[in-house]
Nanobody, 125 residues
Framework: VQLQASGGGLVQPGESLRLSCVVS????????IGWFRQAPGMEREGVSC????????RYADSVKGRFAISRDDTRNSFYLQMNNLKPEDTAVYYC???????????????????WGKGTLVTVSS
């Protein structure tokens, strides 16, 4: 299973970005998909998760109401729409897939088996 994240960039506070994660190999529609981020000098943080079991989603408190995770089965892709970005959202963002297709305990990312390379998001004026 391979994942490829893209869509990062430099934006100003209040602007939006959409990150994409293409899943190849395995059974893309089977996995729980998580988005994670890691800022310089900080621990990795779970941002959002999507479970294919029931389509449920989870979000970190810091992004609730601003970020939205979605999927496009026709493209084997997942997205993280990020609105009203803040400087504290600056980080390298990663997508990951978990063989266990639920979001319970996703926050640490420890159970995720497959990781893509990150994409850098910088929010700065």
């Amino acid at each position: 299973v391979q994942l490829q994240a893209s869509g990062g960039g430099l934006v100003q506070p209040g602007e939006s970005l959409r990150l994409s994660c293409v899943v190849s190999g395995g059974t893309p529609g089977y996995y729980a998909i998580g988005w994670f981020r890691q800022a310089p000098g900080m621990e990795r943080e779970g941002v959002s998760c999507f479970s294919p079991v029931d389509g449920s989603t989870r979000y970190a408190d810091s992004v609730k109401g601003r970020f939205a995770i979605s999927r496009d089965d026709t493209r084997n892709s997942f997205y993280l729409q990020m609105n009203n970005l803040k400087p504290e959202d600056t980080a390298v963002y990663y997508c990951a897939a978990d063989d266990v297709p639920v979001c319970s305990g996703y926050e640490t990312g420890l159970q995720y088996e497959y990781w893509g390379k990150g994409t850098l998001v910088t929010v700065s004026s």
